[in-house]
Structure formats: structure tokens, C-alpha cells
């Protein structure tokens, strides 16, 4: 009984550390709504945005992740509206979370290029813990499966224009308890900010040239940052980032942008000192804009361009 009470408590604090934390994409832009509800609609037309993530720890651990999104602006609606699904597996599915949200943005036109977009949305989790997939045998109790509901509230709001991008949000925001042994542990809020930038331009219709791209979270004591640079020409662009703070890692980038479909990998190689297993990931995207442009309601004319 004390064996089974001490590695309950053990593992209750691994639990705090490895489940609070909201997964993420280097490729933060190309599906934006992940990060902060006021991306929906910000392609100024229908859009389909899709990406998954692969991180091997070692033979028998990884993490994988997935995320599918729709949203669109249309004329005949008051707001734009989304759709979107995260689905993410923690080792030989001994973790499963999987999400299912809605929602809502609107622009707002301020002077001249610049615009304001603000967003919100809602999703319900679920849970699902496997302690035989942990090594853990029955410590935890008779039981091998463990789940648990509940639902995340988030908001953001994009400051735009024709050269900048600022972008803020803030996820959980109603800290729902997320402890599958009813010990009331609240998700902590997940502050994101995200900036980039057009270093170069000639004309705000030609793509081509070099970009900022500035990404920051903080969840809890769980800190990201991801600063990196862009280089599109014509249909193609390549970039490269640094990752700090939570993985220390090195990323690439490089993308195919067409009129409607655009495709992108990344490579991350960790390079911490945390681990003697070399830890890569693999992140793949795809955005598909079909429909005609709303113009009134002001699109981000660079996204294309960024990862």
C-alpha cells in the first residue's frame, strides 16, 4: 500500500508537469486559429489548414500530434467562423487528448492598411490515460483507464497591416480542472504572442523578399520562444529558427506556396544537453483557399509567406 501511495504521488507530479502544457507547431502560422481565434477568417476567404507533428524521444517514446482547421469570411455572415480539431498521443498511446472547437473572428478596419482583428473560440477536451502504457502496473490503483472532459476558452486579437502583423492571445482562459484523480489542478492560462514582419518589399501585391517571424509562449513556468527569418521567391520560401527556453532546438524550414494550395516541412534537431537520445521532429502543413475574397473585411495580405 505505501509502495502504491508513493509511486501515486510521484506520478500525480509528473502528471502536473507533462499534461498542463498545450502542444504547439514551429509552423505557427500556417494554422493560426491553434494559437489565437482571431486568425479565423484571416485569409479573407475559405480555407482549409492541416498539420502534424512527430517527435521521437527514443524507440519505444514519442509524441505525435495533429491538427485540422476550416474557416472562411463570407459577405452574407456578421463574423467569420471556424472549425477545428487537435488530436495528440503521448508514447504508445498512453496519453490521447483530443479537441474539438469553434470558432469566431471579425476585422476591423482602422486607418487606411491598418486593421484590427478580434477572435474567440471554445473547444471541448477529452483525456484519456493508459497507466499500463506508463510502466506503472496497477500502483495507481485497479483501474488501467483514466479519463476526463472539459471544455477551454480562448481569445486573441491581430493588429495588421500591409508590413507588420502583432498578434496576442490568451488560452484556458476559464482554467477548467484538467487532474484525472479529482485533485482540482487548473490548466494554467497560455499567454501567446506573435509578431513578423516585411523586411523587404517593393509593392504590397509582390511576395517576394525576406520576413521576421516571432513566436512566444508562456504557460505556467513553461516558457517558447521561436524567432526566426523568411525567404520567399515567387511560390517558394525556406526559414530558419532557433527555439529556446522549454527545447532548446534549431529549425528549417521550406514550403511550396501556390494560388490556392501550399505545402510546407519542417526539421526540428534538438540540440539541449537534457537527453543523451537525439531528439528530431518532423512537422508537415497544408493550406487550401478556395472561394472568392471578401474585401471588406480585410484578409492578412502577407500569410501566405509565413510558416
Known sequence: MKISVLVTSAFLGFSNLLFAQDPYFTQHFSIGINNNPAFTGSAGKARLSAAHRFQRISNSFNYQTSFLSFDLSKEKLPVDLGVFTMYDRVGEGALNTTQLGLSVGRSFKIYKDVSIRLGLSGAFTNKRLKTSGLSLGNALGTADNYAINYAVINYGMLLQSNTILLGFSANNINQPNYDFFSLNSRLPINYVVQIAARLTMNTPENLNGLYLSIFYSRQSDDIIFLPGL??????????????????????????????????????????????????????????????????????????????
Open 230 to 307: 523568411i525567404f520567399r521567391y515567387k511560390s517558394f520560401k525556406v526559414g530558419a529558427a532557433v527555439s529556446t527556453f522549454a527545447e532548446n532546438s534549431i529549425v528549417f524550414n521550406v514550403a511550396y506556396t501556390g494560388k490556392q494550395l501550399g505545402v510546407a516541412y519542417s526539421f526540428i534537431n534538438d540540440i539541449s544537453k537534457l537527453t543523451n537520445n537525439q531528439v528530431n521532429s518532423h512537422e508537415f502543413s497544408l493550406n487550401w483557399t478556395f472561394g472568392k475574397q471578401y474585401e471588406k473585411r480585410p484578409g492578412i495580405g502577407f500569410i501566405s509567406s509565413l510558416f
